[in-house]
């Protein structure tokens, strides 16, 4: 290896182990998020507490991932068991941040992926947990997106992706709004509120990231479904956390849409 390609790979790694710690810190972060929002609290205020008996936690107490270990699992003060869910989303956060530098390396496209990853993270773990969609963190992730992708599309110069990205969120958000109108129960509002989302990130990849990522949400989602309704864990009748599944579709596109796009023209 030349002198030059070997300096590349380390700066390469370093910054993708940076931004692994970026996404460990923000998983810390949607931690808050995901308990707060359903209950309508601030997230800024007050500081992190333990749910349980209401102290505030220490610097040391809060440290993602290490203070889960050093307090195995529990409440210095009350001994209350930490959920397994605070250590999980913060490793899904650094492994989402990790994938996401690693793919898009260091481009005005990453912040976007990174905005759009860190949001669905949080959104998927609201649906499994309760069903909830809550729009307070879809509008952030849009506010943040949007303008973000206008700033990569002047930096680029590439306006057609941008609009081909407007387009497909228009037509997303207009598939799921009719399907929602024809059964609620079927699909629900918060999904629909989410297909902007959606239809922007992967639109602004190119179209067939969007039939990719679409086609891959519904694959997952009835694999599980079918195979929870066969071990009797699901009824028929259950709603499914369809957001989990189209966080899941819209990932595994972002990283696989160009292997299919050699193999079709026009992708
Ligand atoms: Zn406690």
């Keep these: 290896m030349l002198k030059r390609e070997k300096d590349v790979t380390r700066m390469r790694i370093v910054f993708i182990s940076y931004m692994t710690a970026l996404g460990i810190a923000v998983g810390s972060f949607l931690n808050v998020v995901i308990y707060r929002v359903p209950l309508k609290l601030s997230i800024i205020r007050p500081r992190s507490f333990c749910p349980s008996c209401k102290t505030t936690l220490t610097t040391m107490q809060n440290i993602p991932i290490v203070s889960y270990v050093v307090l195995r699992a529990k409440c210095r003060h009350c001994h209350a068991a930490i959920s397994w869910q605070y250590p999980c989303v913060e490793v899904v956060g650094g492994i989402l941040f990790a994938a996401g530098s690693w793919h898009f390396g260091f481009t005005w496209q990453l912040p976007v992926f990174l905005v759009v990853f860190a949001g669905l993270l949080a959104l998927s773990v609201t649906d499994f947990l309760s069903l909830l969609v809550p729009k307070r963190i879809v509008y952030a992730v849009l506010s943040l997106e949007l303008p973000l992708m206008i700033a990569a599309s002047t930096a680029n110069h590439e306006w057609s992706k941008f609009v081909t990205a407007l387009i497909c969120a228009a037509v997303w958000f207009l598939l799921f709004f009719t399907l ?68 899941l579709g819209l990932f595994l596109s972002v990283l696989t849409g160009h292997l299919l796009a050699g193999h079709y023209r026009g992708f």
């Excluded at 629909?192 to 039939?211: C, D, E, I, K, N």
């Excluded at 694999?223 to 966080?247: C, D, E, H, W």
Aim: proline share 4%; no cysteine.
């Design 180 to 247: 929602n109108a024809l059964s609620p129960r079927l699909l629900g509002f918060g999904d629909v509120r989410l297909s902007p989302v959606l239809g922007l990130a992967l639109g602004w990849l190119g179209v067939g990231y969007v039939f990719w990522g679409f086609f891959l949400a519904n694959l997952v989602g009835a694999v599980i479904s079918l195979g929870l309704i066969a071990s009797k864990r699901m009824t028929r009748n259950q709603r499914i956390p369809y957001a989990v599944f189209l966080s």
